[in-house]
């Protein structure tokens, strides 16, 4: 016996996006060096989904940025509440995490235009505020595929136990690794509006690869990496008004170059467009394959925890001091001796805000920092939702990177305190649960506000 086919929820939806590109001169986040911006090779956006029901909105808003900042998410929000009427808790503020984009964090020794980062939040607004003007009748449709051999775990596990970013180009490390650190998530979630004439309005895609492709170490210039290079694909299939938002998953261990040998390009431009074709071809698969959802709830909140920053320890000092005594140094450990010696966190608190959004069925986690694959598939086994979408770098930057508990001690980068770890080491449980208790308290009422 044939199922009957269940009534779509309808929504009035819209998508817009602003530009957002910095003036030339500025310093490229990204690295531990500066970077500046000389010339643009493709424009940065806000991207804006706005989605409503009888009762109430969400919204998803992705910006081609490396990080946004609470003081750049807050203020924003602030405004598309008062142009909108969207609460704050119900907009989700996230960055691509592209490395060719301007720096925003206030803190960092990097070339930076204060008058364009004080300008950022109301050009995120204005997006929103555009996509809420062009709204009208849509479905919203969830789907998803595998895209395998896109992403790799950077990161190995040696002999003696510790861990470390993989180079290909070390002989002793190839010798002395026994394989890979971590797992890879290999599936690619999509969320799509249509309007009832079935053309396509906006695309969220979620999928966890670092956008750390187009340029490396030495560019000079702006550009929205391979996220960029799919939001054009997708734009060439479905129409210029086509809007198409990136929710970067849990990619802190997460790059796009192979362990082992290969003809295909592994960095730089042909590896970006190589990317951004193959990831726009996965996302339209699953989105033309996806069913309107019936359920139309819309609902949101926020949990901020409070969470130990790592503390100076005596190894760590003893290490520091060791690096401090050699004779030739690398850049990247005298930042990391800069950092020690200017920690200022020995002793405090961190406040993190974990998000969750609900949307029909879907559930769509943000959460502040650059986070371990392996968190990011715990979140997704444990959801109570039919699809959950796990976002990194969302509406703040409390830490670098967030490890799992047993790889925060294991000395691989994102897991060097005051470097690339700033929190505790179970930080990461615990935004992971806090999460998990979301979820579960959004999707255990069936009309949720």
């Given at each position: 016996m044939t199922a009957k086919k269940s009534e779509p929820a309808r929504f009035q939806a819209g998508c817009a996006r602003e530009p957002i590109t910095p003036p030339l001169g500025v310093g490229l986040a990204g690295y531990f060096h500066e970077r500046i911006a000389k010339r643009v090779r493709d424009e940065l956006y806000a991207n804006a989904l706005v989605i409503r029901n009888d009762r109430t909105a969400v919204a998803l808003v992705s910006c081609d940025l490396c990080t946004v900042t609470a003081a750049v998410a807050g203020p924003a929000k602030a405004r598309i509440a008062k142009a909108c009427g969207i609460p704050p808790d119900h907009v989700l503020i996230c960055a691509t995490h592209t490395h060719t984009g301007p720096e925003v964090r206030t803190q960092r020794a990097v070339k930076q235009d204060a008058r364009w980062i004080a300008a950022l939040p109301r050009r995120i607004a204005a997006a929103v505020r555009k996509a809420c003007k062009h709204a009208g009748p849509a479905t919203v449709r969830l789907g998803s595929t595998e895209a395998e051999g896109i992403a790799h775990n950077r990161l190995v596990r040696l002999k003696d136990g510790t861990e470390k970013f993989y180079r290909g180009n070390d002989r002793r490390q190839v010798r002395n690794t026994v394989g890979d650190a971590g797992p890879v998530d290999t599936s690619l979630q999509t969320l799509s509006l249509v309007g009832e004439d079935g053309t396509l309005r906006?695309?969220?895609v979620n999928f966890a690869v670092h956008p750390d492709v187009i340029g490396g170490g030495s560019a000079d210039f702006i550009s929205a990496d391979w996220p960029g290079e799919m939001a054009r694909n997708v734009r060439a299939v479905y129409g210029e008004r086509a809007v198409c938002a990136f929710l970067q998953g849990t990619a802190g261990d997460i790059n796009q170059a192979p362990h082992h040998p290969t003809h295909l390009p592994t960095h730089g431009p042909a590896k970006a467009v190589q990317m951004g074709r193959a990831l726009?071809?996965?996302?339209?698969?699953?989105?033309e394959r996806a069913e309107p959802i019936g359920d139309g709830t819309l609902a949101g909140g926020v949990t901020v925890l409070s969470i130990p920053y790592y503390t100076r320890e005596p190894a760590l000092r003893r290490k520091i001091a060791a690096l401090k005594r050699r004779k030739k140094r690398t850049y990247f450990e005298?930042?990391?001796i800069r950092r020690f010696e200017a920690w200022p966190y020995d002793g405090q608190m961190a406040e993190v805000p974990v998000q969750v959004l609900r949307i029909g069925n879907a559930g769509i986690v943000g959460l502040p920092a650059e986070i371990f694959t392996r968190i990011g598939l715990d979140i997704k086994r444990y959801s109570p939702a039919a699809f959950t979408f796990v976002v990194e770098l969302a509406n703040a930057r409390v830490s670098s990177y967030v490890?799992?508990?047993?790889?925060?001690?294991?000395?691989?980068y994102g897991a060097m305190p005051t470097l690339s770890r700033w929190l505790a080491a179970d930080a990461g449980r615990h935004m992971a649960d806090?999460?998990?208790?979301?979820?579960?308290?959004?999707f255990r009422r069936p009309h949720a506000r």
């Open positions: 906006g695309l969220a726009a071809g996965a996302a339209m698969l699953a989105a005298e930042e990391w490890p799992t508990v047993d790889q925060a001690d294991r000395g691989a806090a999460a998990q208790r979301l979820l579960q308290h959004l």
